[in-house]
T-cell receptor, first 112, second 112 residues
Framework: DQQVKQNSPSLSVQEGRISILNCDYT??????FLWYKKYPAEGPTFLIS?????DKNEDGRFTVFLNKSAKHLSLHIVPSQPGDSAVYFC???????????FGSGTKLNVKP | DVKVTQSSRYLVKRTGEKVFLECVQD?????MFWYRQDPGLGLRLIYF???????EKGDIPEGYSVSREKKERFSLILESASTNQTSMYLC???????????FGQGTRLTVV
């Protein structure tokens, strides 16, 4: 059973608007959460992360929000750009960082 | 910069062949991982290794084995390739206590 879930396989957004990608998890032992971005025929690249002791982390146009009680996190991209079009994976790990659990991904399409 | 190099970008193999996928990292990381990526299923962990000659099964180890004879190299072996092993294979690494995993560029394997 998947411990990290991304229930929206795709999302389409107009350039300049906000993109919101969602992720849910089931394992309460997860301590650290990450978002990766993946272009076709390339490996995933790290985008942004958040520790369970925080509820928000911001890096330029990217902000990740964590709601521990709901076991939910989201990635906000503002403003969205066509170059953001990619598959986004949510990932989680326990404190020892020995294993990373990934969601099924959300394909974001930002329309010019 | 961390460099994770997978030996092939694209491979085509026949059913029943023994297939070797190689991964080399240059950052002296302890942990190395093999994932496969399939549409709708995201990244699923096949095997991981936290030290030379050490290995642990991930979520989908059936039909695969691994070898880690040197710290920088982690090999994934398909003992007898089958068509359901057609997939994108991704190698990743992270250092002990490191907060993110670094990925190689991926190997697109097709088994015919």
């Amino acid at each position: 059973d998947q411990q990290v879930k991304q229930n929206s396989p795709s999302l389409s957004v107009q350039e300049g608007r906000i993109s919101i990608l969602n992720c849910d998890y089931t394992n309460s032992m997860f301590d650290y959460f990450l978002w990766y971005k993946k272009y076709p025929a390339e490996g995933p690249t790290f985008l942004i992360s958040i520790s369970s002791i925080k509820d928000k982390n911001e890096d330029g146009r990217f902000t990740v929000f964590l709601n521990k009680s709901a076991k939910h996190l989201s990635l906000h991209i503002v403003p969205s750009q066509p170059g953001d079009s990619a598959v986004y994976f949510c990932a989680a790990t326990e404190y020892n960082f020995n294993k990373f659990y990934f969601g099924s991904g959300t394909k974001l399409n930002v329309k010019p | 910069d961390v460099k994770v190099t997978q030996s092939s970008r694209y491979l085509v193999k026949r059913t029943g062949e023994k297939v070797f996928l190689e991964c080399v990292q240059d950052m002296d990381h302890e942990n190395m991982f093999w994932y496969r990526q399939d549409p709708g299923l995201g990244l699923r962990l096949i095997y991981f290794s936290y030290d030379v000659k050490m290995k642990e099964k991930g979520d989908i180890p059936e039909g695969y084995s691994v070898s880690r004879e040197k710290k920088e190299r982690f090999s994934l072996i398909l003992e007898s390739a089958s068509t359901n092993q057609t997939s994108m294979y991704l190698c990743a690494t992270n250092g002990a206590g490191g907060t993110e995993a670094f990925f190689g560029q991926g190997t697109r394997l097709t088994v015919v």
